[in-house]
Protein backbone atom coordinates (compact mmCIF):
# COMPACT_ATOMS: atom_id res chain seq x y z
CA UNK A 1 0.00 0.00 0.00
CA UNK A 2 2.81 2.46 0.77
CA UNK A 3 4.49 1.99 -2.44
CA UNK A 4 1.17 2.36 -4.42
CA UNK A 5 1.50 6.49 -2.71
CA UNK A 6 4.68 6.99 -3.39
CA UNK A 7 4.34 5.80 -7.11
CA UNK A 8 1.03 8.54 -7.20
CA UNK A 9 2.89 11.08 -5.05
CA UNK A 10 5.66 10.58 -7.80
CA UNK A 11 3.35 11.19 -10.70
CA UNK A 12 1.30 14.12 -9.15
CA UNK A 13 4.91 15.83 -8.42
CA UNK A 14 6.10 14.77 -11.87
CA UNK A 15 3.09 16.18 -13.82
CA UNK A 16 3.41 19.21 -11.43
CA UNK A 17 6.82 20.01 -12.66
CA UNK A 18 6.03 19.40 -15.62
CA UNK A 19 3.16 21.68 -15.87
CA UNK A 20 5.62 24.88 -13.93
CA UNK A 21 8.19 24.35 -16.57
CA UNK A 22 5.75 24.56 -19.31
CA UNK A 23 4.08 27.31 -17.94
CA UNK A 24 7.94 29.12 -17.54
CA UNK A 25 8.58 28.43 -21.01
CA UNK A 26 5.48 29.69 -22.24
CA UNK A 27 4.89 32.77 -20.30
CA UNK A 28 8.53 33.50 -18.91
CA UNK A 29 11.80 34.34 -20.94
CA UNK A 30 11.12 33.92 -24.23
CA UNK A 31 12.84 31.03 -26.18
CA UNK A 32 16.48 31.30 -27.53
CA UNK A 33 15.26 30.10 -30.85
CA UNK A 34 16.19 32.89 -33.58
CA UNK A 35 17.01 30.52 -36.83
CA UNK A 36 13.76 32.21 -38.69
CA UNK A 37 15.12 36.18 -37.77
CA UNK A 38 18.32 35.44 -38.85
CA UNK A 39 18.00 36.09 -42.87
CA UNK A 40 19.08 39.30 -44.71
CA UNK A 41 15.51 40.35 -45.52
CA UNK A 42 14.82 40.62 -42.20
CA UNK A 43 17.91 42.98 -41.54
CA UNK A 44 16.57 46.02 -39.44
CA UNK A 45 13.47 44.73 -39.23
CA UNK A 46 11.73 44.51 -35.60
CA UNK A 47 9.26 41.50 -34.86
CA UNK A 48 6.60 42.22 -32.22
CA UNK A 49 4.53 39.51 -30.55
CA UNK A 50 1.58 40.20 -28.14
CA UNK A 51 0.41 37.34 -25.92
CA UNK A 52 -2.55 38.74 -23.53
CA UNK A 53 -0.76 42.07 -22.88
CA UNK A 54 2.96 40.76 -22.35
CA UNK A 55 5.20 41.91 -25.53
CA UNK A 56 8.07 40.75 -26.87
CA UNK A 57 9.55 42.85 -29.59
CA UNK A 58 12.99 41.29 -32.01
CA UNK A 59 15.40 43.35 -34.15
CA UNK A 60 17.48 41.21 -36.36
CA UNK A 61 20.55 44.22 -36.50
CA UNK A 62 23.09 42.28 -38.60
CA UNK A 63 26.33 40.27 -38.57
CA UNK A 64 30.01 40.18 -36.83
CA UNK A 65 32.11 39.80 -39.35
CA UNK A 66 35.86 38.11 -39.43
CA UNK A 67 38.54 40.24 -40.88
CA UNK A 68 38.51 37.22 -43.45
CA UNK A 69 34.68 38.89 -44.37
CA UNK A 70 33.19 35.24 -42.92
CA UNK A 71 30.36 35.43 -40.39
CA UNK A 72 31.33 35.45 -36.19
CA UNK A 73 28.34 36.37 -34.93
CA UNK A 74 24.46 37.30 -35.40
CA UNK A 75 23.67 40.01 -33.39
CA UNK A 76 19.44 40.59 -32.23
CA UNK A 77 18.07 43.63 -30.06
CA UNK A 78 15.41 42.23 -28.07
CA UNK A 79 13.09 43.83 -25.17
CA UNK A 80 10.16 41.98 -23.24
CA UNK A 81 7.66 42.94 -20.95
CA UNK A 82 5.41 40.08 -18.90
CA UNK A 83 2.97 40.33 -16.30
CA UNK A 84 4.12 38.54 -12.42
CA UNK A 85 1.97 39.21 -10.28
CA UNK A 86 0.35 42.53 -10.79
CA UNK A 87 3.93 44.22 -11.98
CA UNK A 88 4.90 44.50 -15.17
CA UNK A 89 8.75 43.45 -15.88
CA UNK A 90 10.83 45.12 -18.77
CA UNK A 91 13.71 42.83 -19.99
CA UNK A 92 16.40 44.10 -22.56
CA UNK A 93 19.19 41.73 -24.31
CA UNK A 94 21.90 42.00 -27.02
CA UNK A 95 21.55 38.55 -28.64
CA UNK A 96 24.72 36.89 -30.14
CA UNK A 97 24.38 33.96 -32.19
CA UNK A 98 27.28 31.95 -33.78
CA UNK A 99 27.39 31.09 -37.27
CA UNK A 100 25.19 28.26 -37.37
CA UNK A 101 22.46 30.89 -36.05
CA UNK A 102 22.28 29.52 -32.74
CA UNK A 103 22.02 31.27 -29.69
CA UNK A 104 26.19 31.59 -27.91
CA UNK A 105 25.93 34.69 -25.49
CA UNK A 106 23.72 37.83 -24.25
CA UNK A 107 24.54 41.13 -22.60
CA UNK A 108 21.26 42.09 -20.56
CA UNK A 109 20.75 46.05 -20.39
CA UNK A 110 18.81 47.74 -17.48
CA UNK A 111 16.08 49.87 -19.88
CA UNK A 112 15.45 49.24 -23.68
CA UNK A 113 16.64 52.15 -24.16
CA UNK A 114 20.14 50.87 -23.64
CA UNK A 115 19.78 48.87 -26.60
CA UNK A 116 21.92 50.08 -29.95
CA UNK A 117 19.87 52.04 -32.29
CA UNK A 118 22.00 51.35 -35.15
CA UNK A 119 24.39 48.55 -35.59
CA UNK A 120 26.66 48.89 -39.06
CA UNK A 121 30.45 47.13 -39.93
CA UNK A 122 30.97 45.65 -36.42
CA UNK A 123 30.28 48.91 -34.49
CA UNK A 124 26.83 49.24 -31.96
CA UNK A 125 25.25 52.95 -31.85
CA UNK A 126 23.84 54.17 -28.94
CA UNK A 127 21.94 57.14 -28.04
CA UNK A 128 21.54 57.58 -24.04
CA UNK A 129 19.05 60.27 -23.37
CA UNK A 130 19.47 62.12 -19.58
CA UNK A 131 16.84 65.00 -18.47
CA UNK A 132 16.39 65.96 -22.08
CA UNK A 133 20.29 65.74 -23.30
CA UNK A 134 21.23 63.26 -25.94
CA UNK A 135 24.82 61.96 -25.95
CA UNK A 136 25.58 59.39 -29.05
CA UNK A 137 28.19 56.73 -28.44
CA UNK A 138 30.03 53.73 -30.65
CA UNK A 139 30.82 50.32 -29.61
CA UNK A 140 33.46 47.95 -31.72
CA UNK A 141 33.47 44.03 -31.69
CA UNK A 142 36.01 42.70 -33.23
CA UNK A 143 36.88 38.84 -33.53
CA UNK A 144 35.59 38.08 -29.34
CA UNK A 145 33.05 39.25 -27.31
CA UNK A 146 34.75 41.43 -24.36
CA UNK A 147 33.67 40.10 -20.88
CA UNK A 148 31.67 43.19 -20.31
CA UNK A 149 30.31 46.29 -22.57
CA UNK A 150 30.05 49.72 -20.71
CA UNK A 151 27.97 52.21 -22.15
CA UNK A 152 28.63 55.50 -22.09
CA UNK A 153 28.17 58.63 -20.83
CA UNK A 154 27.84 57.48 -17.31
CA UNK A 155 29.64 54.18 -17.76
CA UNK A 156 26.91 51.46 -17.54
CA UNK A 157 28.59 48.45 -17.53
CA UNK A 158 27.11 44.68 -18.55
CA UNK A 159 28.54 40.90 -18.23
CA UNK A 160 28.59 38.74 -21.13
CA UNK A 161 26.33 35.86 -20.96
CA UNK A 162 26.90 32.11 -22.22
Not at 95 to 102: V, Y
Not at 106 to 131: E, G, I, S, T
Amino acid sequence: MLHAINVNLYSTYTILISLIVFSIKANGQPANNFKDLLYEKNLGKTFTTKIGKDILQRTYLGKIQTKSGGTKYFVIKEFYRVKAAIVYHGHSRLIFCNSNKKYFAQYRVDMPDQLPYKFKQNVFHFNYKDNGISTKSKFKIYDTLPEFICLRPKNFCYQIEH
